[in-house]
């Protein structure tokens, strides 16, 4: 949609990286358990923003492709790939209504939440794959401002997961602070 990419890049051609250029706490923490439990080396990382979890995930030996609707935080990705000599598939890409024509061991899936895209998701993974979700938590103070299509639910994750072939490796609801979070850690079925 337009004016998603129009907002989109407003916000990652204002500021120098608009989360700040280190990726994800959550991957940052599980990369280790991941290297030990993937089953190749094709990284999928959706609504990738400006590419710090691909840019991440490239430095730990990752052929990633990288999606996002926004042309700025493409390009931004890009550059940075460039300076460090990575090779990442960054794709300008609108997410809604799209299907997943690959299969990947690894997708990760942050500050992003399109429930229609998850069984894709799941669908994607080769057998052993790994998907990390980490997203934004209903609260009393978001709710006040925002869609509340846009949050999971409490228990969201863990139910939409346990439905698919495969196990819950990890997960948990952090409710406090400004940015609830939900997140779980998915291993398709082999």
């Not at 030990?36 to 094709?42: D, F, N, Q, T």
Request: glycine content about 12%; proline content about 5%.
């Amino acid at each position: 949609m337009e004016t998603d990419r129009i907002k989109w890049n407003q916000r990652f051609g204002v500021a120098d990286a608009y989360q700040g250029g280190h990726p994800s706490p959550f991957l940052e923490r599980e990369i280790e358990r991941i290297l030990r439990l993937v089953p190749g080396k094709r990284a999928l990382d959706l609504a990738c923003g400006e590419g710090r979890n691909s840019i991440f995930l490239a430095r730990h030996g990752f052929r990633v492709t990288g999606l996002d609707i926004s042309d700025v935080g493409i390009a931004r990705g890009e550059r940075q790939a460039r300076a460090e000599g990575l090779e990442i598939d960054f794709r300008r890409q609108d997410l809604e209504g799209w299907h997943i024509g690959e299969e990947y061991d690894l997708i990760v899936n942050f500050n992003f939440l399109l429930r229609p895209l998850i069984p894709e998701e799941v669908g994607a993974l080769a057998p052993g794959g790994l998907l990390l979700f980490d997203t934004i938590l209903e609260s009393p103070q978001l709710l006040a401002t925002h869609n509340p299509d846009f949050f999971l639910r409490h228990g969201e994750l863990v139910r939409i997961f346990g439905a698919f072939e495969g196990e819950v490796l990890f997960s948990e609801e952090i409710s406090e602070g400004d940015m609830p979070t939900a997140r779980v850690l998915f291993r398709k079925a082999g």
